[in-house]
């Protein structure tokens, strides 16, 4: 049941996090929904530790296909989640 947000999951993020020095460092990233009760509610997360970013991918991913364990490539590859977003 719920609304329409309640059961998706939105993902907007920039390839930019400060466009000036076109830095790749501290990048904006806005999940909205609650992806059917996987994800909790409303919260400001930052990275205490400039964790990978595609840990946030696979965290919204899982949502969905619960049975991904892993997503990118090289720099970008993780098997982490973003407990802190998790229900």
């Not at 009760?37 to 990275?47: D, K, N, Q």
């Amino acid at each position: 049941d719920g609304n329409m947000l309640d059961n998706s999951v939105v993902l907007v993020g920039s390839d930019v996090a400060e466009g000036y020095a076109h830095s790749s460092f501290d990048h904006p990233v806005l999940v909205c929904g609650r992806g059917g009760g996987a994800l909790g509610p409303s919260t400001h997360y930052r990275s205490p530790s400039g964790e990978n970013l595609s840990n946030v991918l696979l965290t919204c991913m899982k949502t969905v296909a619960p049975e991904i364990t892993e997503v990118g490539q090289d720099g970008g590859y993780t098997q982490d989640t973003v407990s802190a977003i998790e229900a």
